[in-house]
C-alpha cells in the first residue's frame, strides 16, 4: 500500500465523516445541555431536501442553505417546545420528527418537482464546488507533505473545513466560555443553575437551536456538497450513527471527531476494497467488507471505551419546585 | 313485476360483466429505486406513458417502497381487476411464481427474470451483448487503459452487465485494466447516489478514464462524479446522455419500453412465455445522439457496428454470465 492510496482513503474518509461530524457536533451540544435528541435524522434530510429545493429553483447555493438551515432550525424548535415548553418525553419527540421529516420532505419533494420525490440536479453554482487550498498544485510535487497537502487536504468543500473548525470552536465554547459552564452545568444540575437566578428553559432552547444548525450544515452538506441533489431518505442513518459516534466519544468534541474520522475511514475502506486476497486464507468476500463497520462500531462500543456516562439530568424535563 | 325485475338484474349483471372486461386496465409495479431513477423503471414508465399516449386509454401503477409490498402490490392489483399486470425487476421473480397460480385469469409479465406458468410473459434481455458493444466503445476510446464498472446490487444479472462489458474491453483493448465493483448487497444499492459517486471517485483515483454503470438510481451519482473528474461516463437502461452532454459517452439502451408496450398493448390474450430480446431483436443497444456525437470517432463507430452485425448474423457470441455463473475475461 502505498502513499498515494493511504492519502486517496483518508481524502474519502474526509468527505463522508464530514456529515456524520456536523450531527455529533449537533447532538453534542442538545446532549450536554440535558435535550436527548434523536430527531437528528430527521433535522438533517429536512435540510438536505430544503437546500437542495432552493438551490435547485434559484441557482444559488447559498440560498439554499439558508432555506435549509431555517427547516432544520424550525424542526429543532418543534423540538425545543415539546420537550422543554411542555415537557414531554424527548424521544417520542424526536421520533416523530424522524417520521415527520421523511414522510414530509418525500411529499413536498414530488408535489414540487414531479421527479419521485427527487430534486432535479443540481450544477454549477446551485453546488458547493470543491475549494482549492493556496498553492495546493504548487507543492503538488513535494514528496511526502505535497500530496498530503493538495490531495488530502485540499479540494474539499468549503462545509469540510467548516466542520472540522466546528470542533475547536465548540471546544472552546463549552470549556471556556460562561455561556458552555452554564450549559454543562444545565444537563448535569439544572436546579443548580436555577438556584443562581439563570433560566434553565432558555439555556435549553439555545442548546437545542445550535444543534438545529449543525444539523442544517451537515443535510445540506449531503445534498449539495458530496451529492448534487436530493434523494428520497438520503441521510440513510447517518443520523444515528452520529449518536452512536457521540456516545462512543462520550460527549466530548475532540473525541467527536475522531469517533467520526474513524466512522468515515471504515466506510471509505468497505467502498474501496471490495474483496480483499489474504494469503493462505483466500478472499475476503464482499459482504464482509460491507458489514466491517458495523462489526467493528459493535467491537469497539463494547470493549473499547470504557464506561460511558451521559451528561446526569439527560432526558428529563425540568420542572421547577414549586 | 318480479321477472321483470330478475330479467333487469340479469340484465345488469351482464353489462357489468361486459363492462369489467373492458374496463380492465392494465397495469405496471416498478421495483425499489422508483419510477424516476432515470435509468430501469424509468425506462419502464416511458413505456408505458407511450401506450397511454397512443391509446388513450388510462393504466394504474404502484411503486413499492419495501419488500414486503412486493406480494401486497401484486394481490392487490390482481384482485382489482387489473390486467394485464407488468412488473419490472428481477426481485418479483419468486414472489410472482407462488402468486400467479391464484389468479389463473390474470396475465402477469415479468421483466428481467423468467417464471414458469402458464399465465407468465417473461421478457428477459441480452444485456451481455449491449454491454459487450459499450465495452468495445470504452476499449477504443480510453487513454489511460483502466476502465472501470459500478453495479448496484450484486447479483448475478448485474453480473451478465460486468462480463459482457470486460469482454467487449478486453477483445478490442488487451491491455486494459477493468476495475468492477458493486454497491451493495441488497435493494438499496439501486438507490444510493453518494455511495455511487465515492466508488467512482475511488476508480478514477485508481486511473480508470471511462466509467460505466449498471445501477439504476445509484448511477446518477456515478455519472456525476465522472463528469465533475472531467471523465467519461457509460450510462444503462434508459438513453442517459442527456443527463451531462459531453461527458457521457454513450449508454447501454435496454428497451425496456417496448417491453411494457408491447404487454400493454397485447392485453389480456398476449401469450404468455419466455422472449428473449437481444441486440439483434433491437432489446438491447448503445445510444448515439447529438451528445455524445463528438466523443466517438468514425473508427470507434465502425468497429462497433462490425461487432454488432457480427452479434446479429452469429458469427460473434459474447458469453452470457448466466448460463454457469462464470465469466471467461476479467
Given amino acids: ?322 | 313485476m318480479t321477472r321483470i325485475g330478475a330479467m333487469l338484474a340479469v340484465g345488469v349483471s351482464a353489462l357489468l360483466l361486459v363492462a369489467t372486461s373492458v374496463l380492465a386496465e392494465p397495469a405496471i409495479i416498478y421495483d425499489i429505486g422508483g419510477k424516476f431513477d432515470k435509468s430501469f423503471n424509468e425506462s419502464a414508465y416511458t413505456g408505458a406513458e407511450s401506450w397511454k399516449a397512443k391509446t388513450g386509454s388510462e393504466y394504474r401503477e404502484i411503486e413499492i417502497q419495501s419488500e414486503a409490498q412486493r406480494e401486497q402490490a401484486i394481490r392487490r392489483l390482481a384482485s382489482g381487476g387489473s390486467n394485464p399486470i407488468v412488473m419490472t425487476g428481477f426481485s418479483f421473480q419468486s414472489i410472482l411464481s407462488a402468486v400467479a397460480p391464484d389468479f389463473p385469469d390474470t396475465k402477469f409479465t415479468i421483466i428481467d427474470s423468467v417464471v414458469d406458468q402458464p399465465n407468465v410473459r417473461s421478457v428477459v434481455f441480452s444485456e451481455h451483448e449491449g454491454s459487450y458493444l459499450v465495452g468495445v466503445i470504452a476499449g477504443l476510446t480510453t487513454k489511460s487503459n483502466i476502465v472501470g464498472f459500478v453495479g448496484g446490487m450484486d447479483v448475478p444479472l448485474i453480473r451478465r452487465f460486468a462480463c459482457g462489458y470486460v469482454q467487449g474491453v478486453k477483445d478490442v483493448n488487451a491491455d486494459a485494466q477493468i476495475i468492477q465493483q458493486m454497491t451493495g448487497n441488497d435493494p438499496s444499492a439501486w438507490n444510493d447516489p453518494v455511495k455511487g459517486s465515492e466508488i467512482t471517485k475511488s476508480q478514477i483515483a485508481s486511473g480508470a478514464d471511462i466509467v460505466y454503470h449498471a445501477a439504476g438510481g445509484t448511477g446518477v451519482g456515478v455519472l456525476q462524479a465522472a463528469h465533475d473528474a472531467g471523465i467519461l461516463g457509460i450510462g444503462v437502461d434508459s438513453n442517459q446522455n442527456h443527463l451531462h452532454p459531453g461527458s457521457v459517452l454513450t449508454s447501454m439502451i435496454k428497451r425496456v419500453s417496448v417491453a411494457v408496450e408491447d404487454a400493454f398493448s397485447g392485453g389480456a390474450d398476449a401469450p404468455a412465455g419466455v422472449y428473449v430480446l437481444g441486440v439483434a431483436e433491437d432489446g438491447v443497444g448503445y445510444s448515439m445522439d447529438e451528445h455524445n456525437a463528438p466523443l466517438i470517432s468514425e473508427e470507434v463507430m465502425m468497429a462497433v457496428e462490425a461487432r454488432r452485425d457480427a452479434i446479429i448474423d452469429g458469427s460473434l457470441s459474447v458469453h452470457n454470465y448466466t448460463t454457469d455463473d462464470s465469466c471467461p475475461a476479467s
Fill in chain 1, 1 to 322: 500500500m502505498d502513499l498515494l492510496i493511504v492519502v486517496q482513503l483518508l481524502d474519502s474518509m474526509l468527505r463522508l465523516s464530514a456529515p456524520l461530524l456536523f450531527a455529533c457536533l449537533a447532538g453534542l451540544y442538545s446532549e450536554r445541555a440535558g435535550i436527548f435528541d434523536i430527531g437528528l435524522e430527521g433535522k438533517m434530510l429536512a435540510s438536505a431536501f430544503f437546500s437542495a429545493a432552493f438551490a435547485a429553483s434559484t441557482g444559488s447555493v447559498w440560498i439554499g442553505m439558508c432555506a435549509g438551515l431555517t427547516a432544520s432550525v424550525l424542526l429543532a424548535l418543534v423540538h425545543g417546545v415539546a420537550s422543554i415548553t411542555f415537557r414531554g418525553n424527548q424521544l417520542i419527540s424526536g421520533v416523530a420528527i424522524n417520521f415527520l421529516a421523511s414522510g414530509l420532505t418525500a411529499l413536498v419533494g414530488q408535489n414540487w418537482f414531479k421527479l419521485g420525490g427527487r430534486t432535479p440536479s443540481l450544477a454549477g453554482d446551485a453546488r458547493f464546488l470543491p475549494v482549492e487550498l493556496p498553492f495546493a498544485s504548487a507543492v503538488a510535487d513535494v514528496p511526502v507533505l505535497g500530496p498530503i497537502y493538495s490531495e488530502l487536504l485540499s479540494g474539499h468543500t468549503v462545509l469540510v473545513y467548516v466542520g472540522l473548525l466546528a470542533v475547536p470552536a465548540t471546544w472552546w465554547i463549552l470549556f471556556r466560555t460562561r455561556f458552555g459552564l452554564r450549559l454543562r452545568a444545565v444537563g448535569e444540575n439544572p436546579e443548580a443553575v436555577d438556584t443562581g437566578g439563570i433560566s434553565v428553559a432558555r439555556l435549553r432552547y439555545q442548546a437545542t437551536l445550535i444543534c438545529g444548525l449543525l444539523c442544517g450544515l451537515g443535510g445540506a452538506y449531503l445534498a449539495t456538497g458530496m451529492a448534487a441533489g436530493f434523494i428520497k431518505d438520503m441521510t440513510a442513518g447517518k443520523g444515528f450513527m452520529a449518536l452512536a459516534a457521540l456516545i462512543f466519544a462520550k460527549w466530548r468534541p475532540g473525541y467527536a471527531l475522531y469517533a467520526c474520522l474513524l466512522f468515515g475511514l471504515l466506510e471509505a475502506i468497505a467502498i474501496r476494497y471490495q474483496s480483499i486476497e489474504i494469503q493462505g486464507v483466500g478472499t475476503v468476500p464482499v459482504q464482509f467488507m460491507q458489514a466491517l463497520p458495523y462489526i467493528l462500531t459493535i467491537i469497539i462500543l463494547a470493549g473499547f471505551v470504557g464506561k460511558a456516562i451521559p451528561p446526569r439530568a439527560g432526558g428529563e424535563p425540568y420542572v421547577k419546585e414549586l
